[in-house]
């Protein structure tokens, strides 16, 4: 299926930097970071849970940091709980293990090596920023996470440009927000 957005770029609003965790589950999952720190794990106390085997009760910590010599920040992640002990089945990015990692854009992460999730880094206005968590929760009870990564890619690199493109859905050109009406 061939995914590609159409977004209508206000220019009056100020596009932020905002950071997005996509969750590959059953439903999947879209999580706005913006804490300093979340806890990932299958227990119910954690910020975010993962309640599949093989995640570790405490799995992972996301925590915000800030990027040398700049006016921003990004996430790390760590394997493991606070008091250091690392997951059973470790944290990946990218497709290799890590203990410790500062995250970019389109980073993909994998628990356990079962859970995958796939971080963004994006200038969004809140319209856009409305506009693409609308559009993932419309389509990700039809889309395959890994299958589209290309298309979510897409929508991204499109929320963050002043160029407008079109979204394809059924093979026919549909406007985003029409689509979003619909759902």
């Not at 596009?15 to 590959?24: A, M």
């Not at 493991?80 to 470790?90: D, E, I, Y």
Request: proline share 3%; glycine share 4%; net charge negative.
């Amino acid at each position: 299926m061939e995914i590609v957005s159409k977004i209508t770029m206000n220019t009056n609003l100020n596009p932020t930097e905002r950071h997005i965790l996509l969750i590959e589950e059953h439903p999947s999952r879209v999580i706005l970071l913006d804490s300093e720190r979340y806890t990932i794990g299958r227990s119910n106390a954690n910020a975010i849970v993962l309640d599949r085997y093989p995640i570790s009760r405490e799995h992972a910590i996301l925590l915000k940091v800030q990027v040398p010599h700049e006016n921003r920040f990004t996430y790390r992640i760590i394997d493991g709980h606070s008091a250091g002990k690392p997951s059973t089945n470790g944290v990946f990015v990218n497709q290799r293990q890590q203990s410790c990692y500062n995250l970019s854009n389109e980073d993909v992460i994998t628990f356990g090596g079962l859970v995958k999730a796939f971080y963004i880094q994006a200038f969004m206005d809140e319209i856009q920023l409305s506009e693409y968590l609308n559009w993932f929760a419309y389509n990700c009870a039809t889309i395959e996470f890994s299958e589209n990564l290309a298309a979510i890619r897409q929508v991204e690199s499109d929320l963050s440009s002043d160029d407008s493109t079109s979204i394809m859905l059924g093979g026919r050109p549909v406007d985003l927000k029409e689509t979003l009406l619909i759902g």
